[in-house]
């Protein structure tokens, strides 16, 4: 859904989020992030009481480098900046080649790029004794300490975005051959592997948790939530940081533990290529910034070890 009442009544941003949505097959967050960007550079030229499509109709480049200048100026990070300016370029780029927009005037805009950062990673020994922590806290029976152990198993054993994991179905999991179809960004399918852990988690959450909480709502949902309807992405974040705190392991985010798979990955001998493929990353660059946290460790490991280091 648009973001505010002035997003619905734009015709453009109407339009330009159909086409977010089944064309380009974004995800809804994705989507939200684009329409909000727009209106956040609506309300920045004009104010929260101007008509949307008057407005982009009427903006140049100078206007846009303004936005972005403004933004700057107030301390706002690269990442978000480089986010914006690409919203802007996406939709300018849309409306003029659908025909709505004469002119692209953010053909010549220029934004920051993303700042570099090396993504935050646990030890194995941690992911292990929070793996460990999430299975014994099921001795009790509780459905849910079933579907957060499951959880975390998966997001670990594949790398999956919480997004991903969160859609998927029953059906999309293979227990015999311990594979999981997973529905990445753009529509993209992949097949990810895993291993014999998460298929026991899988396994006592299918037979077990999944069956007591089954309702009207559930239909195919693999995780449920206690009302019996598709758990969300912030049902299972909570669940990772609680789960963080009773094993007395750094704080991390689902997203952490992708990026902690992926580098425990690359430690264990595997190729970027085939990280890459499991990660569900359309470029190699991407999977590459994990290389930087490996070869810090190891330069760590030199360090600490050989004696002429």
Known sequence: ???????????????????????????GNTVRAYLGDLSHLVDAVAGSEADADAVLHGLGLADLRAWLAAMASAGLSRTTLARRGASARAFFAWAHDSGRLEA??????????????????????DVL????????????????????????????????????LVGVDVNDVDLRERLVRVMGKGGKERMVPFGEPAAKALDL????????????????ALLLGRRGARADQRQVREAVHRLCRLARVPDIA????????????LDGGSDLRSVQEVLGHASLTTTQRYTHVSADRLRTAYQLAHPRA
């Open 1 to 27: 859904m648009p973001i505010t009442s002035r997003i619905e009544a734009s015709e453009m941003l109407v339009a330009f989020e159909g086409h977010l949505r089944h064309e380009r097959g974004l995800s």
């Open 104 to 125: 692209n005037p953010a053909l010549r805009l220029a934004s920051a790029r993303p700042a570099s950062t090396i993504p935050d990673v646990i030890s194995i020994d």
């Open 129 to 164: 004794a929070l793996l460990e922590t999430a299975r014994r806290r099921c001795d009790d029976g509780d459905a849910i300490h079933q579907r957060d152990w499951m959880a975390l198993e998966l997001l670990y054993a594949t790398g999956m975005r919480v997004g991903e």
């Open 205 to 220: 959450w299918l037979e077990d948790g999944r069956q007591a909480l089954l309702s009207s709502e559930s239909g195919s």
């Open 254 to 265: 689902p997203h952490g533990l992708r990026h902690t798979a992926a580098t425990h990955l």
